[in-house]
């Protein structure tokens, strides 16, 4: 059995399979629709996401399956205090597959270490969102026809967008990705990711305050949105969140064959004048979405005929020796959850909490 | 392709065609229990409503197709300020046919005309909510046996009952339909319906106060629920609102084939045991509105084989020049949406918002 | 037709037969991945319950039926103030079968007495919970091969845990059980249930607050959660909390064959140490409980073909002459509902409202 947890689950050559199964199903739909059938997913989500969810539930129909589940905590068990892994066990009985989408970051881990069906991280907090990367991938994929060899922008708020991270982490195992990182120094891309993923692998990046100047260099544009909230300073905000909003006017720098792509939702970051522009393609980015997540159910419905339960890898395991201070991190609210860490891949001097991978302090 | 927003989107003649697909579907439901397989219904309510939701629902399971969607403002990315004309491209790529139901008047025709699958309005604040009036019409239609030569009495709130509206505004295009109009002083029926609509069809109408003394002359008794919120003065709703509830004793003086409907839910204004009389239609009104919800999803997805987009009918359209002020009209929450506005279509001095229908400041 | 509000509502051989149908369904799903085509299952869940509410869904898919409904009051026309009667005349047209969960004691009686569809009682405040008793008996009979000649211990909440009170009154109507009553006084097992369920019925008890001690004896363990808020004296709650939390070193007293169930969720009162033990059918209790929903709502549909109405035993009812005092009761709610009361089944002297079953003063 395999879940998908953080998008380096797979191997490049298993992303690879899921996207041309992906392809396959967008040539194919017919073969597809009922290959699910007498499936059931469970959609957990205990935060508000219509968009995933309801790219999820889609994904299973569209293969001839059932949905079960809810969408949001309120309508859960969780407000009785049941622990992720017993709402795990418990749904394992009811469904084939989950998809997880929580504000608490492993839970998702601790989940897929419980079910003895696969589980899909639809999202963890500001932690992990792999099937987000899928759907960048595949959309990429489509547009450009390769994943090597690009120059990949990414604009708005580099700090804590999870989706841009992960992108960043993905394209880390392909070849020639070169970064533009463009934000307000408000929201540049966290030294950890600099660090542990461009630096470590050796992909040459820039960083930098100024989008229109940056399209001209770019095959993909990845925008996503800059939250006044993420501001100290309401001023600072004022003067900087024009530069940051994608319009007509500043897009006509870009190359004739630079893709944009958007996370959503959109609130004003992307002019809706740019909805028409075939360069557009953050909604095409929406169906792809729907059929990479088809592929993964696929995928690992296949590989749930091997019923041996998910384990952590138990190399470099240190137990219950250091408390992870996350405050969003599963293990400070599960029942009876050991404090798991291990050294980071990258650098081995820095031990990380297994499930919400922030450094703990030795 | 074609949406439903408004009853009058579809001519007497279409509406009779959907009536009687609807009547086909009662006597041969087999015929049609897979006629939706593979295709997937999305249930986009903004505000709580079982009754229309689950009716949605269960027409498209009876069909033999999927539904996803969600139930509240609160489960779906509304919380993070998307716009409807976002929504509606998102699920294009999720769904085959959209239903929504909004407090945002105008949102579902922002909707169809951004989505690329068609939109059922299932009800945009106290605006317009169409497939009700179909399930009354059908009602009428089945227990009458016709639509034309008929005295309808409408009873309680006619002020803001937009079931009421809707169904003079659909019996204005059939012959001889007598109106009456009862209801307390603080809920008459707005003068802009009776203009436009009553009068500008030469209906013939009659207002009053007096339910007992109405019935005897009714075919058809609409009724809906008088609320004490609509009343400044609290005495004065306790003084009437017994009035207006229909009981068993009340109701002797109506004709032997007098028919009761109401959009419900009801509270307490007709007596539980009137439920009984076979001349109470309001339950058999709830399965109407499914059986005539399958025929126009039938209809809406054969029409969709066309992909040309829904557009604004461009006759008379004024942009930008004059603003909206109905404080619910999706122009004041929508994002690079235009001011559009356009001659009434019975006056034409008076400009209406083409989203909301309000007057609009010349 | 029939509703299953109740467990008494079916005698101890139909129960058989439901569990033998679920035994069957174990054996071979396949031939039971269709019988439900076509049907369509409404999930009315006026309160959030996951695992009640996805073990009826997951149920129905698993017959290749449909499922619509809601999981919170928020969601539904409950919020407008519609009577249960009227949603279940509603609803008859939506769906063949309705699963209701709800905080008001007696709402499924009444929601059955109006409906022309099945109703299944899916707990209603602290009342009634039948299709857990279902899952409990099916899981008992699998893992001990009886239902007769078993000591059961029930530990933890007594006093309010109305899983324990349908599970002693079903066990009421088997041979040979000895029933053991572990609790704190403050959570002893309410005198009604001692008297008018044990002592009736002649089956031998007894109350202990000590588990550990109470362990060799049994055949099998109920435990249930000990609530903080349960008790007036917070001390009490600390002195007390941990002599009813089962580990692993407490359970060595246990026989090599008692079985542990549980309702879930459990909070901290089963350890999760002891949930890899054979012993620990918890989690299988919950695969037993979708079998035998299962087997219920297929039962419930083919009783259905004969359309006769649900009615109330009409046997010694007396009509509106003794109100119900109970706040939670449907009586206290429910538009132009009768007060109704019976004489207890087991003490003629005792009058009991029909819908709550709470004593009615005479």
Do not use: W
């Not at 969780?78 to 970051?105: L, Q």
């Amino acid at each position: 059995m395999k879940s998908l947890i953080d998008i380096t689950d797979f191997s490049v050559k298993e992303i690879d399979e899921l996207l041309n199964t992906a392809l396959d199903i967008i040539a194919h739909p017919k073969k597809y629709s009922k290959k699910c059938k007498g499936k059931i997913l469970a959609t957990l989500f205990y935060e508000p996401s219509t968009r995933t969810r309801l790219s999820f539930e889609s994904a299973m129909h569209e293969l001839g399956g059932s949905v079960i589940g809810f969408s949001s905590a309120d309508s859960s068990s969780a407000s009785k205090g049941e622990s992720f892994a017993d709402t795990a066990k418990v749904i394992s009985n009811y469904a084939h597959v989950i998809a997880m989408r929580t504000p608490i970051e492993g839970a998702p881990l601790v989940a897929s270490l419980n079910a003895s069906i696969p589980v899909i991280n639809a999202g963890d907090g500001g932690h992990l969102h792999p099937t987000q990367t899928l759907a960048d991938l595949l959309t990429i994929k489509r547009e450009k026809g390769r994943l090597n060899n690009l120059t990949v922008g990414f604009c708005g708020d580099l700090k804590y967008g999870r989706t841009v991270h992960s992108l960043i982490s993905a394209f880390s195992r392909y070849e020639n990705i070169n970064i533009v990182l463009i934000s307000p120094k408000e929201l540049k891309l966290p030294s950890y990711v600099k660090h542990d993923v461009l630096e470590k692998n050796n992909m040459p990046y820039e960083e930098t305050t100024d989008l229109e100047n940056s399209l001209p260099k770019l095959d993909v544009l990845y925008m996503t949105r800059v939250q006044q909230e993420r501001f100290a300073d309401k001023d600072e905000y004022e003067k900087l969140k024009n530069s940051y909003i994608l319009t007509k006017e500043k897009f006509e720098k870009a190359k004739k064959d630079t893709i944009i792509l958007h996370p959503l939702p959109r609130v004003n970051e992307i002019s809706v004048k740019l909805d028409e522009d075939e360069r557009a393609c953050y909604f095409k980015q929406v169906a792809n979405g729907k059929y990479v997540r088809m592929a993964l159910i696929l995928k690992l419905l296949t590989l749930a005929k091997d019923k041996t339960k998910c384990t952590l890898n138990k190399e470099g395991l240190i137990y219950n020796q250091h408390k992870c201070t996350n405050p969003k991190c599963i293990t400070k609210t599960e029942q009876e959850l050991d404090n798991v860490c291990k050294p980071s891949k990258t650098d081995g001097d820095v031990l990380r909490c297994v499930y919400c991978d922030k450094k703990v302090n030795k």
